[in-house]
């Protein structure tokens, strides 16, 4: 939660765990981890029929093999920790037992053994996979010899948020929250977009974004794997895997309770609903069906959050002051709405609640002693969420909302197993679906109005209230995927190479019905419009969509993992992805005479990825085997590369072009600007909606203020999925004398083919400046501009009258991002303090053509600074035990604010988009007295970081990105008390979580008035 929101909120968790017996929770990343090796005798001739044994540390489960005749023995976990103790056994020779661990990097863990006669003196064990320290729990060593993969925990994000993928993915260094293209919370890395990332589960397609709290699941974030087996992304990838099976029994129940009585925030925050009544209820089990050959593992959440809902007719003075709208203007609003027959709930409920659950599980079964490896995994998972209202804010009516539903399904079965002891085999099928579901509770149009305030405070304020119906709720939508995934190991006699033979085949599906504005949205520009019932605009979608989508995906990747020397592995390959759409848009023949581009063709395309990675490690750390036969860890590593990551298209992304073909069975529009709007009769369209206009006001047809021309939307001939040539170094070490872990590692990535737009209907031609904005171009004529309110008819600046926007989707943009992290963290164990601290330096430019964002021609394209470059990040985590009584941790981050750019509302130069920039006013030589006090009191009394950014611009444009926000915190403690010092059974836990206690302190010592934002 942002310092700038000064709610502080205590939550008290209660866990009673029931626990017969429980296990670390330690994860690998790799489908299965593989332990290869040679017995020998003493003479090292090769010893056949030795029974070699490996039992999991983590969930001491065994698994079993026998030593051909040249001595060799391969033994694979699926899902394995890459923990084992190996035990070597044959009639005549005494016992072997030793450790092998993975330090990171290895794709095979060698366990090569010397067996001495019964009698003799044991001789040292040969173990090529280096101990690295024991991980704390949920921890997972980084599996990619890029060392840019990192463990997500449940630890860092509120009570509220446990399971919320997104949320945990945005507390990592170098990680920050982005909404998606489709409006889904997600996260950006490398300053690119939430779009370019994609998660798998069990190395498939995964299209959840949450988890039961409980679930036994390992989770990571890697920006940049050298092994070409993952792809499908060109920013990150969040890859989730299931435990491997344990014979540890587990039980556990956790129950999540807050309230309002519990959450301390200020009267603002308080009067706009802010404050809340959580309850959750989860659980997990775990355990062997049968020992040692078959287990289970399931969890699960139930919940329900409601909270007071305060819209426009609940909201109070302070509520509307905090939004920006004063009291009075309120109030005149609603008499004026009364007045007009709107209805004001519509059956709209009187708190929000949101309801959620969610299952997740997996069967194992692998049997010990198969000669084969045979290994068998089903997981299942599934959500459920319904959220009612919708919105429901201090500018809404309540009846300007609604409720969505959603759910979600998954199955998925997976095998491994190898033969002649050289080829592993793994092969996994999984299907999942989706669906979606909006319903507005008021069926007749929408209606938006600008409301300009005077505050208490003395400064102005600009609003919009909503009411009617809300037009963009009315839709359903229904996803399926299907996924094939194998992989083939070969492994070399002297277990130098491992190559690798990854086929993937993905087919999705995507069914969506939407009646988008389908009943119209009127705006008014002002409460004195509305009441003379003189709109500003009408527009109107005539007619509901339905559309099927399909596309199949494929990848193909040859890699090998080369163990050059015991220090220096290699990972190089190439990776093949191609898709192909089974849909495709109706030609439109007018569009191509028109504009040379076809309207019909959809990006099906074929991309290679070559990669290479290395990692090297030299000397020895100064530190003692923890016992005989375990290595010492590396004084150093160095681990590195450079490769191409493709991100491959989203099945909805030609859904615009479907739907906007220009042809009488596409989307068909109507736009009525200024005295084309018709006038509306609100009572009328509440009893009838046959009676809302299909045609802009009497006498206006023909004219350029009523627009009939449909939309059309296709793609460049060039256009190719986004990637990134992406390179990073890194060196990680003790040092200060074995004190402290230190890794430092720098990024460069230069991110191709992003995507963009350009209106092929759009002239260009500038046909006249406002010389009060220092020269700005408008591109439409006089004429076509409402004197009594500035909107304008953007057909006028149209080469065709015939259509209205013609988007072409490009991917000629590009961007640059560099990124320099550290992370500090002490190597000695302590049980009563634990503690990191990880700093990010961020540098992030890209193009942007100017239908994003102009103050110019929107045909150019120009460099600046992302909207994701937040330069600085601190990171940090604390924890200590206080007396063995009670643990508190503490987790935190501190970012420097965003760029972002001073925009004004609505179409100036007549494009026909809202994409301008504001024009910064100087007060001392502006003519307008009242726009002359509005800037100096916006100079004299905005943020420092607001007058700073306007102070240096006065008299211009406002460029892109080039005003800052202010550096912001988050926090979340929690204190867990020891159950055996508070007289609780030793099985159960009592935790109490605070988020945001940085807030409280402000809040606490400077008060309401006087935050500092911490």
Request: charged residues 15%; hydrophobic residues 35%.
């Amino acid at each position: 939660m942002s310092s700038r929101n000064p709610a502080c909120f205590l939550t008290a968790l209660v866990a009673t765990l029931f626990v017969f017996a429980a296990a670390p929770s330690a994860a690998g990343a790799q489908q299965a981890d593989v332990i290869r090796g040679r017995i020998t005798g003493p003479d090292s001739a090769a010893v056949e029929g030795a029974t070699v044994t490996a039992t999991s540390i983590s969930g001491n489960v065994s698994r079993s093999a026998r030593t051909d005749r040249n001595g060799r023995f391969t033994i694979t976990f699926p899902g394995g920790d890459g923990d084992y103790m190996v035990t070597v056994a044959l009639l005549g020779y005494a016992p072997k037992r030793f450790e092998v661990k993975r330090v990171a990097d290895e794709e095979i863990l060698l366990a090569d053994a010397r067996l001495t006669t019964m009698g003799a003196l044991l001789e040292d064990v040969n173990v090529t996979a280096q101990r690295a320290k024991v991980p704390r729990t949920g921890e997972t060593p980084p599996p990619d010899v890029s060392g840019t993969e990192q463990a997500i925990s449940n630890a860092a994000v509120p009570a509220d948020l446990l399971g919320d993928l997104a949320a945990m993915a945005a507390t990592l260094p170098g990680v920050q929250a982005a909404t998606g293209a489709d409006g889904q919370d997600g996260y950006s890395v490398l300053g690119l977009g939430a779009d370019q990332n994609n998660s798998v589960l069990n190395g498939m397609s995964f299209g959840g974004s949450s988890l039961p709290r409980d679930a036994a699941v390992s989770s990571s974030l890697v920006t940049s794997p050298y092994d070409v087996s993952r792809g499908g992304f060109s920013g990150a990838q969040m890859n989730l895997r299931t435990r491997s099976g344990s014979n540890f029994i587990t039980r556990g129940m956790s129950l999540n309770l807050d309230a309002p009585q519990m959450q301390w925030t200020d009267r603002a925050a308080r009067s706009l609903g802010q404050e809340y009544t959580n309850f959750s209820l989860g659980g997990a089990m775990s355990g062997p069906i049968s020992f040692d050959k078959s287990f289970y593992n399931v969890s699960y959440q139930l919940g329900r959050r409601s909270s007071d809902l305060f819209n426009l007719l609940t909201t109070g003075a302070d509520g509307f002051q905090a939004v920006g709208i004063a009291p009075d203007s309120a109030a005149r609003a609603l008499a004026l709405l009364q007045a007009r027959g709107i209805p004001f709930d519509a059956g709209a409920p009187g708190s929000r609640v949101g309801d959620q659950g969610s299952l997740f599980g997996s069967i194992d079964i692998a049997p010990p002693s198969s000669s084969s490896g045979q290994a068998v995994n089903f997981s299942f998972n599934g959500n459920w969420n319904r959220q009612r209202p919708l919105g429901g804010q201090a500018t809404e009516l309540p009846s300007y909302s609604g409720e969505r539903t959603n759910w979600r399904g998954g199955l998925q079965g997976r095998h491994s197993g190898y033969f002649r002891n050289t080829i592993l085999t793994e092969t996994s099928l999984g299907f999942s679906v989706a669906r979606n579901q909006s319903t507005p509770f008021l069926d007749m149009p929408a209606g938006m109005v600008r409301i300009n305030s005077d505050l208490e405070d003395g400064t102005r304020s600009l609003q919009s209230l909503y009411f009617g119906g809300n037009q963009r709720l009315n839709s359903s939508q229904q996803t399926a995927t299907t996924n094939f995934l194998n992989q083939l190991s070969w492994f070399s006699v002297n277990n130098k190479h491992r190559v690798k033979l990854t086929s993937e085949l993905r087919f999705d599906t995507n069914e969506q019905e939407s009646a988008n504005n389908v009943l119209g949205t009127f705006t008014f520009n002002s409460l004195n419009d509305y009441e003379q019932n003189r709109p500003a605009t009408f527009s109107r979608e005539l007619g509901e969509r339905n559309r099927n989508v399909g596309q199949m995906v494929a990848g193909f990747s040859l890699g090998d993992a080369y163990r050059r020397t015991d220090r220096l592995q290699i990972q190089y390959g190439v990776r093949m992805d191609a898709n192909r759409f089974t849909s495709q848009p109706d030609l439109n023949p007018e569009i191509e005479s028109l504009f040379g581009l076809r309207n019909d063709v959809v990006p099906n395309k074929l991309y290679f990825s070559p990669r290479m990675g290395f990692s090297w490690s030299y000397g020895n750390a100064a530190q003692v085997a923890g016992f005989e036969g375990a290595a010492r860890r590396p004084r150093a590593v160095v681990r590195g590369g450079v490769g191409v990551f493709q991100n491959t298209p989203s099945t909805n992304l030609i859904a615009s072009a479907i739907d906007n073909t220009g042809l009488p069975g596409a989307t068909q529009q109507l736009i009525c600007v200024g005295a084309a709007a018709p006038a509306p009769d609100w009572e009328a369209y509440a009893t009838d909606p046959g009676s809302i206009p299909t045609q802009c006001a009497d006498g206006t047809a023909g004219t350029t203020f009523a627009n009939a021309a449909p939309n059309i939307s296709l793609f460049s001939s060039d256009y190719s999925s986004p990637r990134s040539i992406r390179s990073n170094l890194q060196w990680s070490s003790p040092i200060l004398s074995n004190r402290f872990n230190f890794t430092v590692d720098g990024t460069y990535s230069l991110n191709l083919s992003q995507q963009g737009t350009t209106d092929l209907n759009f002239s260009g031609v500038e046909r006249f400046s406002l010389a009060d904005e220092a020269g700005r171009p408008v591109f439409v004529q006089p004429g076509s501009i409402v004197p009594a309110s500035g909107a304008l008819a953007p057909q006028g600046s149209r080469l065709s009258t015939r259509f209205s926007r013609v988007t072409a989707i490009d991917s000629d943009l590009r961007s640059e991002s560099r990124q320099l992290s550290m992370r500090l963290s002490p190597v000695r164990f302590s049980p009563n303090l634990n503690w990191s601290l990880s700093y990010v330096l961020s540098d992030v430019r890209e193009q942007v053509r100017g239908f994003t964002n102009t103050a110019g021609n929107p045909l150019t394209t120009e460099w600046a600074k992302s909207g994701f470059n937040s330069r600085h990040q601190i990171v940090y985590n604390l924890g200590y035990n206080f007396f063995d009584f009670v643990r508190m941790s503490w987790f935190g981050s501190f970012r420097s604010g965003a760029p972002f750019t001073p925009m004004v509302a609505g179409d100036i130069n007549g494009d026909g988009y809202s994409n301008d920039r504001a024009y910064i006013f100087d007060p001392a030589a502006t003519a307008d007295p009242e726009l002359s006090t509005a800037m100096r009191n916006l100079l004299d009394d905005g943020s420092p970081e607001a007058r700073a950014c306007l102070a240096q611009q006065l008299g211009t444009l406002a460029g892109r990105n080039s005003c800052h926000g202010p550096w912001f915190s988050t926090a979340n403690m929690s204190i867990t008390f020891n159950p055996l010092k508070v007289r609780m059974p030793h099985r159960s836990s009592l935790s109490f979580s605070l988020s945001n206690p940085l807030g409280a302190a402000d809040l606490l010592l400077n008060g309401s008035g006087k935050l500092r934002g911490w």
